[in-house]
């Protein structure tokens, strides 16, 4: 490829700091641009640095970072940056702070029950993993995209158009990095009569997504909460799946919800395919999908069975407004959506749709 991508440290923790090192120079598209050990420092670093992307530890003295990530957004706001959080609570109440201000993804640290050396090689291929998606598909869509202006959305159906529509429902959201950032706009926009259940895939790992849906129930006068097995599924409410299950729908006298481990589909767990896979196969039913930023292709192969079984109409985030342009050009590219949408109208426009409904599909796109 062409230039390696310059990343730069910031960590208190000198363990941790060579950790990172190593894991970097495994990796032949990235590179070493520097090294801080608290926030103030890395401050005045990277002004010098010109880093492509920065791994940033959630907990330092003085300045901690949140308070870091802040600070880093005035001084340079297109300057990507990573968090790397532990797994308690507090880790994850402030990870998902840092990602609804707009840090682009978070890495963990290893967990407690493991040898040192067995944590080292772990936290390693989390990091090279990571970054080696990040070097091809991150710098394409994010680090190299020069600022246009936006562009038009495709057009929407109106009901003068169409008018057959059918009432939505359920709402169907699949989203991966740039989420939390994603949702804390949408969901805040939804009409508080919303009468129309909301389901939601964010890719994140356990312990994340209730704090998730915590961060989320306090931006809106809906039901926000992570998804229970069994639990009947409510008009008004907003359901995420469990971080490293699967979350399905079930019907008999009502709709419910399910909540597997299954395996992972497409490396993800949950998965997006995985819940509009299982909606697909529900009968009667009209599905207002909407998939959202993100890296790969999760949700395409989903927004393709809900066409062709039952009456889907799909909204994709537009390239301008993503993080990371993958799953809705994925979607894009098959001709599966329906509507390409700026990221800050989506919220009322899921709220336009739910009141008017959707115009009755064909049924036989494949």
Known sequence: ?????????????????????????????????????????????????????????????????????????????????????????RDADETIEALELGALDFIQKPQEGRSSQ???????????????????EFQRDVVQAPKQKPTPSKKKITHAESPSTTAVDLVLIGVSTGGPQALRTIIPQLPKNLSV?????????????????????????????EAHDGETIQNGSIYIA???????????????IR????????????????LFESVSKLKNKSILSIILTGMGRDGTEGVRLLKKQINCYSISQDKDSCVVYGMPRALEAEALSDEVTPLDEIGSRIGEICQEGIPAMNLSQT
């Open 1 to 89: 490829m062409g230039q390696k991508i310059k990343i730069f440290i910031i960590d208190d923790t000198v363990t941790y700091r060579m950790i990172f090192t190593k894991a970097i120079e495994a990796i032949p598209e990235a590179e070493l641009a520097g090294v801080a050990t608290g926030g103030a420092s890395a401050l005045v670093k990277l002004k010098n640095a010109k880093p492509d992307l920065v791994l940033l530890d959630i907990h330092m003295p003085e300045m901690n970072g949140v308070e870091t990530l802040k600070k880093i957004k005035e001084q340079d706001p297109g300057l990507p940056v990573i968090m790397v959080s532990g797994t308690s609570t």
């Open 259 to 274: 909540i597997t481990q299954t395996e992972p589909v497409q490396s993800c767990r949950p998965s997006v395919d995985v």
């Open 197 to 225: 259940p909301v389901l939601i895939v964010q890719h994140m790992p356990p312990g994340f997504t209730q704090s998730l849906a915590e961060h989320l129930d306090t931006s809106t006068m809906l039901s926000v909460h």
């Open 118 to 136: 067995q944590n080292i090689e772990m936290l390693t291929q989390d990091i090279c993993s990571r970054l080696k998606v990040i070097s091809t």
């Open 242 to 256: 469990p971080g490293d299950f699967h979350m399905i729908v079930e019907e008999s006298d009502c709709m419910l």
